[in-house]
């Protein structure tokens, strides 16, 4: 994947906000998550006391982050690595863990990587690091499971149809990106101004990425390496995602009672400091520039305690891993 970087148009979303959040806790190592266009970490490196360790899948953003090596030299490293294995990183002075979610701008303009509906050629999909790309699923996944992958990660109405047009034509072609947009297009209605590819797109990104498993366990892992005091911010850009790190901060940063009838209990562990139960999104000039941060949802909370098991956020969600885990081979 060679895209041709493209950083002029290029907008962090929700920087100001973000450095608000941290900068009180500057004079360490942040780990930026996703380093993308490398927009947070620079920033972050602005400040002399702080050194980032940047982690992204896409070998493509390698050229950037060299940049930044020789400018900051010891104070920036970057891996190849998806979050979710965050817990290879050992650093005893990490006070922030931050991820800005989904796919960069620099990924959906790489028309090759067919993220894009607008893309001309090869399904592929793989944002980096990936066991195998859209073209397989859709060649091979049963109508069934198809079926499922839609639904629930793209909650689309029209899953059935959809699926079952997808396995009846491929019985006779190859079919590439334009074609499933046919598929779509020719059972659901256009909305004005909206794309009717948008669900069915998501739902085989997250599907051929993982990405419900790699927040999930990036998620554990951040809390599992980061010292008592430290923050973790995420970025989300759909439900799916901001619901999984909504019950993530919420179920372990609240004291609950067994009853509504008796005295707070004292003896549930609060795991996580949490300032704000509502997401911070973009301002009106924000989305005027930068018109894909308007699903942004920024969600941040403090470790307070060691030593949480996540039982219930695992359990809440397996539901969403077995579909990941669902096997096209069969
Ligand atoms: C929205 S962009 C980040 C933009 C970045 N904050 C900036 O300011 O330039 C998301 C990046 O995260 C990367 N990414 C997505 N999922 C990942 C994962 N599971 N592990 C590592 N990197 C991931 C993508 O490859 C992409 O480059």
Known sequence: MNATINLEKHFPVLLNELVSIISPLYGGTFIDCTFGAGGYSKKILEHNSNNIIALDRDSSVKSIATQLQIKYKKRFKFYNLKFSAIDQIKNENIKGIIFDLGYSLNQILDLNRGLSFKSKGKLDMRMGLNEFSCDEVIKKMSQQNLFKIFKYFGDEKYAKPISKKIVKLRENKKIETQDLVEIIESIKMKKKGKSSSTKIFQALRIFVNKEISELINGLINAYNILPKGGVIVVVTFHSIEDKIVKFFFKEYSEVKNTSRYLPKSTKVKKYFNLEKKKPIIPSYNEIKINPPSRSAKLRFAYKIENGC??????????????????????
């Open 309 to 330: 098991d996540f039982k219930n956020f695992l359990k809440n969600f397996t539901y969403l891993k077995d579909i990941e885990n669902l096997d096209f081979d069969a």
